[in-house]
Nanobody
Framework: VQLQASGGGLVQAGGSLRLSCVAS??????????MGWFRQAPGKERELVAA???????NYEESVKGRFTISRDNAKNTLYLQMNNLKSRDTAVYYC?????????????????WGQGTLVTVSS
């Protein structure tokens, strides 16, 4: 399974970005996987930003509720993260991840596959 994330970049505080993650693999059925976005800032632990189960249940980290929206397009094997009203504390490397058990919780250890990460930098 390969997860290819893109869409990161430099943005001013208050601005928006949309991250995308394209999933592929010979035996990978995207629609049956829980998918998530984690982030890791320098010197900090990796934390869940948002996750979505196979049947569309959502989970958000408290500080991004109302600003970020996670979604998936099963026909395109693609996961999205729309990030609005970005703040300097959102600066981090963002990772796409997949769970074969349709897990969509906070523990990074319950996710089976990880993408390479895309850097989001928010300037104040």
């Amino acid at each position: 399974v390969q997860l290819q994330a893109s869409g990161g970049g430099l943005v001013q505080a208050g601005g928006s970005l949309r991250l995308s993650c394209v999933a592929s693999g010979r035996t990978f059925t995207f629609s049956s996987y829980g998918m998530g976005w984690f982030r890791q800032a320098p010197g900090k632990e990796r934390e869940l930003v948002a996750a979505i189960s196979a049947n569309g249940r959502l989970n958000y980290e408290e500080s991004v509720k109302g600003r970020f929206t996670i979604s998936r397009d099963n026909a395109k094997n693609t996961l999205y993260l729309q990030m609005n009203n970005l703040k300097s504390r959102d600066t981090a490397v963002y990772y796409c991840t997949a769970s074969s058990g349709s897990y969509y919780g906070f523990s990074p250890f319950s996710y089976d596959y990880w993408g390479q990460g895309t850097l989001v930098t928010v300037s104040s």
